[in-house]
């Protein structure tokens, strides 16, 4: 059965960290990817990592304070958030090949 399971959201103070989880079952990806969708706004794409994990991209918006990273042993990618802003408070969203995961809430609020 082919799933696409997102965990690790939550609410958590500006300045603060979260890691985000994205595990894969019933299928293999050479790309996965992270996006997000703030209330009001177009889904976008936060970060990508290809198979090897020797390539990553990620938005501007992100560049420093994220880190994409995968493990295929456990076919799960990874999204170290790391000095979060308000602004970073969306509904975040794992996708691989076609498929998608229902998302996990990021909340970034004192």
């Known amino acids: 059965q082919v799933q696409v399971v997102e965990s690790g959201g939550g609410l958590v103070q500006p300045g603060g960290s979260l890691r985000l989880s994205c595990t894969t079952s019933?299928?293999?990806?050479?790309?996965m990817s992270w996006y997000r969708q703030a209330p009001g706004k177009e889904r976008e794409l936060v970060a990508t990592i290809n198979i090897a994990g020797l390539t990553t991209n990620y938005a501007d918006s992100v560049k420093g304070r994220f880190t994409i990273s995968r493990d295929n042993a456990k076919n799960t990618a990874y999204l170290q958030m790391n000095s979060l802003k308000p602004e970073d408070t969306a509904v975040y969203y794992c996708?691989?090949?076609?498929?998608w995961g229902k998302g996990t809430l990021v909340t970034v609020s004192s």
């Open positions: 996708a691989a090949m076609h498929y």
């Open positions: 019933g299928f293999s990806s050479n790309v």
